[in-house]
């Protein structure tokens, strides 16, 4: 079973072996609104944690998502730019962002577990 990790910037990290699924919370995408542009990163670019590593734009704002962990991108959500909704509509599901197989597992410990990120955005 995956674990799931959350960064204080409001990014999911759902965790299965050493490749890791991103993207942005719930809570996120209600504070965006209605997400209309989805830039991701390109497969095989390295990331270091807090990286900008795509942008998300709504009718609201545009916001840069960064990686919760160093890594290597080994995948993108390739319907996504093309559907950017499933942002909305599912977050932890069809709206993920890329997959990051993970440079350093130790980074994992510092982001926060379901209930200090519900307490966090309260």
Do not use: C
């Not at 840069?64 to 996504?80: C, D, F, H, Q």
């Amino acid at each position: 079973m995956p674990v799931v990790r959350f960064s204080k910037d409001h990014e999911y990290i759902s965790v299965d072996g050493d490749v890791a699924t991103v993207g942005i919370t719930d809570y996120a995408q209600s504070q965006l609104g209605d997400v209309v542009f989805v830039e991701l990163p390109a497969t095989g670019k390295a990331l270091k944690q807090g990286d900008e590593a795509a942008v998300v734009e709504s009718v609201k704002a545009a916001s840069e998502v960064y990686a919760p962990v160093s890594g290597t991108v080994v995948a993108v959500n390739e319907t996504l730019p093309d559907a950017p909704s499933a942002v909305n509509e599912d977050p932890l599901g069809k709206g993920w962002f890329f997959r990051i197989k993970l440079a350093n597992p130790a980074e994992l410990e510092g982001l926060m577990d379901e209930a200090a990120y519900k307490a966090l955005i309260g």
